[in-house]
């Protein structure tokens, strides 16, 4: 094990060092002689055995089994860098492996109440782009409420549209882009294409779970946002009144379905643009996870939730490609 910062998955009759920096044994028996291993901040798991004698200070142990990252249960196999038991990764399969309007919210909805979600990893690199060092939408918002260049609101919508094994058409746009040695949008040409997402994607389909159909409609028919201020959509969309929802008490499993959704629709952009997010809209940077939350204890809300969010999937792919394409 190098370091928690640059960790190693654990294998099969690896030997790792166990100590607070970085496995962290949290549970084990000398009676029993094996016990449960944790990468540090991290779902990876796995259970071991000191190699030698038992020491409960730290030590050399070998890896019995890896640990399923939602049950610690005994498993071998793994899927998105995780391992995972039977139940568990046909669990995972169906949430993080299909489109919104597939099941996704449903499949979250239906689990136990306990069960602990997580977004599979993102699609991986493109080939001849310089990348970000920090690619942080948080480190971004830190800077000047913008993106430091292009790439950042690019890889970001990619990230949270991508389904493991599918088609990944601003993949192919970037790859396309750095071929032909293309140009990435400078950060005020980002700064705007965000807002885009908002104003386009992200609201109508907000809109649409709520009912409003036709002012939804409306937000998508609009040409390109050019201000932040002092335009008929950015007006309109004030005028709509979203309202804050202050819900409590709702089932563990709808909240993570709502986070879920919330993230799919981009939340982290508001901050990243100016006049939204808190004390710009009505619609913040923690609303849309409520708004959600609530259409999703409806008895067909999950369906209705994955429709929406899978257009607004739908059209955020096609506003970032365009714009990378220059068409």
């Not at 190699?51 to 019995?64: K, L």
């Not at 800077?143 to 599918?166: D, F, I, K, M, Q």
């Not at 939204?276 to 409806?298: A, N």
Request: glycine residues 10%.
């Amino acid at each position: 094990m190098a370091s928690a910062n640059n960790r190693r998955p654990f294998v099969p009759d690896g030997i790792v060092t166990v100590t607070g920096a970085q496995v962290l044994a949290e549970e084990f028996s000398p009676s029993t002689d094996v016990f449960l291993i944790r990468q540090k901040g991290a779902r990876e798991a796995a259970w071991a055995r000191w190699v030698g004698e038992d020491n409960p200070w730290g030590g050399r142990a070998r890896v019995v089994t890896l640990a399923c990252a939602e049950c610690d249960a005994w498993t071998g196999d793994r899927c998105c860098g995780l391992a995972f038991c039977a139940p568990h990764r046909e669990l995972h399969r169906a949430v993080e492996h299909v489109r919104p309007d597939q099941g996704r919210y449903r499949a979250i909805v239906d689990a136990a109440p306990l069960t602990v979600f997580r977004h599979a990893d993102g699609a991986g690199p493109v080939s001849g782009l310089r990348y970000p060092r920090d690619m942080s939408i948080q480190a971004a918002m830190r800077a000047e409420r913008s993106p430091s260049n292009g790439l950042r609101v690019v890889e970001h919508v990619r990230r949270y549209t991508y389904v493991p094994g599918g088609p990944d058409p601003i993949g192919a746009a970037l790859a396309a882009l750095a071929q032909r040695g293309g140009r990435l949008p400078a950060p005020a040409a980002a700064r705007w294409l965000a807002c885009d997402l908002l104003a386009r994607c992200t609201f109508p389909a907000l809109l649409d779970v709520l009912g409003r159909s036709g002012e939804a409609e409306w937000l998508r028919r609009q040409p390109r946002l050019m201000t932040a201020r002092s335009s008929v959509l950015r007006e309109r969309v004030d005028e709509l009144g979203l309202g804050r929802f202050g819900l409590l008490g709702l089932p563990a499993s709808a909240s993570d379905a709502a986070e879920a959704a919330a993230c799919d629709l981009f939340r982290e952009l508001y901050m990243l643009t100016p006049g939204y997010g808190p004390g710009g809209l009505d619609i913040g940077v923690d609303e849309s996870d409520l708004v959600l939350e609530m259409v999703l204890r409806e008895p067909d809300g999950p369906e209705r939730v994955g429709r929406v969010v899978a257009r607004a999937h739908d059209d955020a792919v096609a506003t970032v490609v365009k714009a990378l394409s220059g068409r």
